[in-house]
């Protein structure tokens, strides 16, 4: 009989302890939604600020349908991502922004190599495109948490 008590002493602290483990879980996880919902709240911020910063950049003055006939720029803004575990997400993003910037400059008669300008958000898909051949113009730095991102973009 003292053997199953002890039996059932040790169970009933594991079980404390087990609950113990739990509580501490839950409240780790309370708190973290405090930050999730705060980086929800400033995404919605940066993608509006981006969604208005790329309507700017794009913006022009004429709105011919088709290129000048002395020169055509084919100019690309390349969007990648910089978090891991996404698989081959950027060079996915890679491949298919070189292969439609390759269709495009074909279609194009004046279009050269040194017309192509390509930027590309993100330096994992940077180094893609660079790897694919792509003549980069630029490269503009994801941020890597909330309180960075206007500090990624100041430059």
């Known amino acids: 009989m003292s053997n199953t008590m002890s039996a059932l002493r040790r169970k009933i602290s594991v079980a404390n302890d087990l ?30 600020t981006v969604e208005l910063g790329l ?4 913006r022009s003055p004429k709105r011919n349908v088709r290129p000048e006939k002395k020169s055509a720029v084919v100019g690309a803004i390349v969007f990648g991502s910089d978090q891991g575990l996404i698989g081959q997400f950027n060079e996915v993003v890679a491949d298919y922004a070189a292969k439609r910037l390759k269709e495009i400059s074909r279609r194009l008669p004046s279009a050269s190599p040194a017309n192509l300008k390509v930027w590309a958000v993100g330096a994992r898909v940077h180094l893609h495109l660079a ?3 792509m003549p980069m113009r630029g490269v503009f730095n994801l941020p890597g948490s909330v309180a960075t991102i206007t500090r990624s973009f100041k430059n």
């Open 55 to 58: 309507s700017v950049c794009l």
């Open 131 to 133: 790897n694919l051949g």
């Open 19 to 48: 609950r113990s483990v739990v509580r501490t879980m839950k409240s780790v996880a309370a708190s973290n939604i405090g930050q999730y919902e705060s980086s929800v709240r400033a995404l919605v911020d940066y993608n509006r």
